[in-house]
């Protein structure tokens, strides 16, 4: 008999017809170790609170709460031009932003590759590359830099946003806690990563002073508040993923601070909830990933929603239904059998592809993976595989969401949240799935909470850091 599903699995398969009942019976035992009941969100997200209320009490816990020294709250009335550099993953962005008031922001930007040589190289290097392309966009943007009556070039204000997880003690000073990302950079681990990058602006004679250290996802809700000021949270749902929101000073119990502010805005970093394995519904499938990362044990969260590991949790269901002779009549190919080859873009094709004979999962799967001829079962397999690992990703987002309403006391009241990233933008059902969790989590109150996409919110946010540390 298969397994009973909850109806969200239900309402969502994909049919394959013509499947042997081996198949049915393998794909839909799959699914039920997939699935997530709202009475199984509402136990994860019991337990993101409690994690939440620990990392705000006190330093070292599992969900570290770490506080930004981000007190004030934009109004969208601020004017000013400020730099921005942005770190985050496979890119890096220099932006200057021009804050016009009324909410209005001028943008002008280059962007810059990092290559797997400068992610696990010396740190030193990777800092050198940062501040050669700071003078490169200054050079090009000569407008920008005004010059003293000695000819003494200013010292330009810059909000670094860097996308890793940070212990700050300051709005200039952070401790790199561990590389994530697929960085491995050598002597940067528990160094202050606002040294580093103003010692290699003196090294290079870039004229520019680091005056705000923040997360992409701070930068996001800061970003986020200069168009909208009743934003609570700001969320990263891309290669990777975290979320930040505004907090009582005094619920922030581990934090000696001396300020008139209210409010300061706290970096989660959510990636690593429950690396304990209490909650989170792990698969064998995630557990293979897990192990096999290059940090095991680590980040378990990030690795079950981000867009980084989507496609290699597909791929080890493939690769398992493969050795049990039920995918692909038994053959795989060289570039399936490559770690991190199916990629979470080819997941996103499959998702969206509503042809009656699943053409596009056919290129995907035969020209782009070189996988032998396809029958449309096998499509039709693969598509539910893709659709149970994004769908369960959808509801987990969910979940970190929720927990923060909860916890900030704003089911009934609403609440606006800006949402960047390339998992949210573009990934089919990815934005509805989270709002279809929430509704069934809140009722009638989920239509309180207003979300809406943050396209590019770390740079423009960590301009804005910089506003505010100047203003103080």
């Known amino acids: 008999m298969p397994?009973?599903?909850?109806?969200?699995?239900?309402?969502?398969?994909?049919?394959?017809?013509?499947?042997?009942?081996a198949q049915l019976s393998a794909i839909d035992g799959i699914a039920k170790d997939f699935d997530l009941t709202v009475?199984?969100?509402?136990?994860?997200?019991?337990?993101?609170?409690?994690?939440?209320?620990?990392?705000?009490?006190?330093?070292?816990?599992?969900?570290?709460?770490?506080?930004?020294?981000?007190?004030?709250?934009?109004?969208?009335?601020?004017?000013?031009?400020?730099?921005?550099?942005?770190?985050?993953?496979?890119?890096?962005?220099?932006?200057?932003?021009?804050?016009?008031?009324?909410?209005?922001?001028?943008?002008k930007q280059q962007k810059h590759k990092v290559t797997e040589d400068l992610k696990a190289g010396p740190a030193y290097q990777l800092f050198d590359f940062i501040a050669e392309c700071v003078d490169k966009f200054l050079s090009e943007f000569k407008e920008f830099v005004t010059v003293q009556p000695e000819g003494v070039h200013e010292?330009?204000?810059l909000g670094f946003t860097f996308s890793f997880p940070v212990e700050q003690t300051a709005i200039n000073k952070g401790t790199l806690i561990k590389w994530t990302k697929g960085f491995t950079c050598s002597d940067a681990e528990n160094k202050d990563v606002v040294f580093m990058l103003q010692e290699a602006m003196k090294r290079k004679n870039v004229p520019v002073i680091v005056t705000a250290l923040v997360n992409d996802t701070v930068g996001t809700l800061l970003s986020h508040s200069y168009k909208d000021p009743n934003t609570l949270i700001g969320i990263i749902y891309g290669t990777g993923t975290n979320g930040a929101y505004f907090e009582d000073i005094h619920k922030i119990k581990k934090l000696k601070f001396s300020?008139?502010?209210?409010?300061?805005?706290?970096?989660?970093?959510?990636?690593a909830f429950d690396s304990e394995k209490k909650v989170l519904p792990l698969t064998m499938f995630d557990n293979k990933l897990d192990r096999e990362?290059?940090?095991?044990?680590?980040?378990?969260?990030?690795?079950?929603?981000?867009?980084?590991?989507?496609?290699?949790?597909?791929?080890?269901?493939?690769?398992?239904?493969?050795?049990?002779?039920?995918?692909?009549?038994?053959?795989?190919?060289?570039?399936?059998?490559?770690?991190?080859?199916?990629?979470?873009?080819?997941?996103?094709?499959?998702?969206?592809?509503?042809?009656q004979a699943l053409d596009d999962t056919k290129k995907v799967l035969e020209e782009l993976l070189n996988i032998p001829s396809t029958t449309l079962i096998d499509r039709q397999i693969v598509k539910r595989a893709c659709q149970m690992?994004?769908?369960?990703?959808?509801?987990?987002?969910?979940?970190?969401?929720?927990?923060?309403?909860?916890?900030?006391?704003?089911?009934?009241?609403?609440?606006?949240?800006?949402?960047?990233?390339?998992?949210?933008?573009?990934?089919?059902?990815?934005?509805?799935?989270?709002?279809?969790?929430?509704?069934?989590?809140?009722?009638?109150?989920?239509?309180?909470?207003?979300?809406?996409?943050?396209?590019?919110?770390?740079?423009?946010?960590?301009?804005l850091a910089a506003m505010l540390a100047a203003q103080k």
């Open 3 to 21: 397994p009973i599903l909850s109806s969200i699995i239900r309402d969502e398969i994909y049919p394959i017809d013509g499947a042997s009942d």
């Open 39 to 107: 009475e199984k969100l509402s136990e994860i997200i019991k337990h993101f609170c409690n994690e939440m209320d620990k990392g705000l009490a006190k330093s070292g816990m599992t969900v570290p709460m770490i506080p930004s020294f981000v007190t004030g709250i934009p109004t969208g009335n601020e004017v000013g031009t400020f730099l921005a550099l942005d770190l985050g993953g496979t890119n890096l962005r220099i932006c200057e932003i021009n804050f016009e008031g009324k909410g209005v922001i001028k943008v």
């Open 155 to 157: 010292k330009l204000k």
């Open 259 to 271: 300020d008139d502010s209210k409010k300061m805005i706290i970096n989660i970093e959510w990636g």
């Open 293 to 355: 990362s290059n940090n095991p044990h680590y980040q378990i969260f990030e690795k079950m929603i981000s867009g980084m590991y989507l496609g290699e949790i597909t791929r080890n269901i493939l690769l398992h239904l493969i050795d049990r002779m039920l995918l692909f009549n038994g053959y795989s190919s060289k570039d399936l059998n490559r770690q991190y080859s199916f990629e979470t873009e080819y997941l996103s094709t499959i998702e969206a592809d509503e042809t």
């Open 389 to 463: 690992v994004g769908l369960r990703a959808a509801r987990l987002s969910s979940a970190s969401l929720a927990a923060i309403i909860i916890h900030c006391e704003k089911v009934k009241c609403g609440s606006s949240v800006g949402i960047d990233g390339s998992l949210f933008e573009f990934y089919p059902h990815f934005s509805a799935r989270i709002k279809k969790a929430l509704q069934e989590l809140f009722g009638a109150d989920a239509d309180k909470i207003k979300i809406s996409l943050a396209r590019d919110g770390s740079g423009v946010g960590a301009a």
